[in-house]
């Protein structure tokens, strides 16, 4: 994040933790999906990529607009994808000693992680904080002051996890309404990201040079993870379809046949 | 006989085919519709990300409803078609006439006589629609359901 004091080694150590962590739990779990380990692995290294390196760096991501849409895309975006993927929350709850096990499922029963999770309220959480990012002096101000920028960053990975969390997903989630309610949030929550990539295009945040290649990057470089959003939500409808078709059929009794197996 | 979600996986390919070559064609390509013209109003910004949105939405949509159609084998050709160039023409006549002349989001050309390609534009888009709607009035009558 920044090159005065240690902020890079604390970056470095948190993500290298994060890594550690999930493998030595899912070690111990037995025939835990290695696609699971996989996809938190590469969530892991998005975070650190857009933390470290030319893109964390000042003078590239608090003064160079690109750079800093790019962190946003690989931290607030890709990363929080695939870590939701990795079901975390699954491996806690089957790491954990059985009455710890109990205490994290009531927690995530509880009615302020219903209001969190929900979809419209995490979407507002996560694209309403990129429209204050873009469009106020916070952008100016977070350029200047490391700990600021600081905590911009984790408003972008904690809210960009929140909102992949409250659409898709295998991990435990019983407030998570209905498909039509997911989409419905998901188009608004992609429109309000597009109409604030060509507001970006057209004026940079307060205080900034102005730079349209970061506008176009911002619209263009999001479609692939609202694409996969889409397909997440259409798969999860067709294995409910298929499942409904299942219950239809008499046991026993051979039913039409399919052309693929998730 | 799965008449509607036949028609509606076509209307929403339709839509999608039709923003898809909107990008692809005349943003990539052609390079003559503009990213981002600065002039436009701010419900024309809002009614083009929302239609951004809601094509990707539909695309995805439309190819899962055809796989789970074909899968418990009632997926309709001809109706889909009919939903298809309904859903095409319809979106590409919203886009010529309310998103480019009443918005005023972006121009088709910039630099050029706007008018013939407006024409050319909207006569394609009314063709589409008046196709889809006639095939899925032909198609209706073919199920034997009431127009």
Same mark, same amino acid.
């Given at each position: 994040?920044?090159?005065?004091?240690? =902020?890079?080694?604390?970056?470095?150590?948190?993500?290298?933790?994060?890594?550690?962590?999930?493998?030595?739990?899912?070690?111990?779990?037995?025939?835990?999906?290695?696609?699971?380990?996989?996809?938190?692995?590469?969530?892991?290294?998005?975070?650190? =990529?857009?933390?470290?390196?030319?893109?964390?760096?000042?003078?590239?991501?608090?003064?160079?607009?690109?750079?800093?849409?790019?962190?946003?895309?690989?931290?607030? $975006?890709?990363?929080?994808?695939?870590?939701?993927?990795?079901?975390?929350?699954?491996?806690?709850?089957?790491?954990?000693?059985?009455?710890?096990?109990?205490?994290?499922?009531?927690?995530?029963?509880?009615?302020? &992680?219903?209001?969190?999770?929900?979809?419209?309220?995490?979407?507002?959480?996560?694209?309403?904080?990129?429209?204050?990012?873009?469009?106020?002096?916070?952008?100016?101000? #977070?350029? #200047?002051?490391?700990?600021?920028?600081?905590?911009?960053?984790?408003?972008?990975?904690?809210?960009?996890?929140?909102?992949?969390?409250?659409?898709?997903?295998?991990?435990?989630?019983?407030?998570?309404?209905?498909?039509?309610?997911?989409?419905?949030?998901?188009?608004?929550?992609? =429109?309000?990201?597009? &109409?604030?990539?060509?507001?970006?295009?057209?004026?940079?945040?307060?205080?900034?040079?102005? $730079?349209?290649?970061?506008? $176009?990057?911002?619209?263009?470089?999001?479609?692939?993870?609202? &694409?996969?959003?889409?397909?997440?939500?259409?798969?999860?409808?067709?294995?409910?379809?298929?499942?409904?078709?299942?219950?239809?059929?008499?046991?026993?009794?051979?039913?039409?046949?399919?052309?693929?197996?998730? | 006989?799965? *008449?509607?979600? +036949?028609?509606?996986?076509?209307?929403?390919?339709?839509?999608?085919? %039709?923003?898809?070559?909107?990008?692809?064609?005349?943003?990539?390509?052609?390079?003559?519709?503009?990213?981002?013209?600065?002039?436009?109003?701010?419900?024309?910004?809002?009614?083009?990300?929302?239609?951004? %949105?809601?094509?990707?939405?539909?695309?995805?949509?439309?190819?899962?409803?055809?796989?789970?159609?074909?899968?418990?084998?009632?997926?309709?050709?001809?109706?889909?078609?009919?939903? !298809?160039?309904?859903?095409?023409?319809?979106?590409?006549?919203?886009?010529?006439?309310?998103?480019?002349?009443?918005?005023?989001?972006?121009?088709?050309?910039?630099?050029?006589?706007?008018?013939?390609?407006? *024409?050319? !534009? +909207?006569?394609?888009?009314?063709?589409?629609?008046?196709?889809?709607?006639?095939? *899925?009035?032909? *198609?209706?009558?073919?199920?034997?359901?009431?127009?």
């Amino acid at each position: 994040m920044t090159h005065h004091g240690s =902020a890079p080694l604390l970056v470095t150590g948190l993500v290298l933790t994060a890594a550690v962590a999930y493998l030595v739990v899912a070690s111990g779990v037995p025939r835990w999906p290695v696609g699971r380990t996989v996809r938190w692995l590469l969530g892991v290294a998005a975070v650190g =990529a857009a933390l470290l390196g030319p893109l964390g760096s000042v003078g590239g991501a608090a003064h160079d607009l690109r750079a800093h849409v790019a962190g946003h895309l690989l931290l607030g $975006m890709l990363a929080p994808l695939l870590l939701v993927s990795a079901a975390p929350v699954t491996l806690a709850l089957r790491a954990l000693p059985h009455r710890r096990a109990r205490v994290l499922a009531r927690l995530l029963r509880s009615r302020p &992680v219903a209001v969190v999770t929900h979809p419209a309220v995490a979407a507002l959480t996560d694209v309403g904080g990129l429209w204050l990012l873009y469009r106020t002096d916070l952008y100016a101000l #977070a350029a #200047a002051r490391p700990p600021l920028l600081a905590v911009v960053h984790l408003h972008m990975l904690l809210a960009g996890y929140l909102f992949a969390f409250s659409l898709i997903g295998p991990d435990p989630a019983p407030h998570r309404p209905g498909l039509a309610v997911r989409a419905g949030v998901l188009v608004l929550a992609v =429109a309000a990201h597009d &109409v604030l990539a060509k507001l970006l295009y057209a004026a940079p945040p307060p205080g900034v040079a102005p $730079m349209p290649e970061a506008g $176009m990057l911002m619209h263009y470089g999001a479609l692939p993870v609202h &694409v996969a959003l889409f397909v997440l939500l259409g798969r999860e409808w067709a294995a409910g379809q298929e499942r409904a078709r299942r219950r239809a059929a008499p046991v026993g009794t051979a039913i039409i046949p399919r052309t693929s197996e998730p | 006989m799965r *008449t509607g979600r +036949n028609l509606a996986a076509g209307a929403l390919l339709g839509l999608g085919t %039709a923003a898809f070559v909107d990008e692809a064609v005349f943003h990539q390509i052609l390079h003559w519709h503009h990213f981002y013209d600065r002039a436009s109003s701010d419900v024309g910004l809002v009614s083009d990300g929302l239609f951004h %949105a809601f094509s990707w939405f539909a695309t995805v949509a439309s190819l899962f409803l055809v796989s789970d159609l074909r899968r418990e084998r009632s997926f309709w050709g001809r109706r889909f078609l009919a939903g !298809w160039l309904t859903g095409a023409g319809g979106f590409q006549l919203y886009d010529g006439v309310v998103q480019h002349k009443v918005f005023g989001l972006h121009q088709i050309r910039y630099g050029v006589d706007l008018a013939p390609y407006d *024409t050319v !534009w +909207n006569l394609v888009a009314a063709a589409l629609l008046v196709a889809g709607v006639g095939l *899925t009035v032909a *198609t209706r009558r073919a199920a034997r359901l009431p127009v």
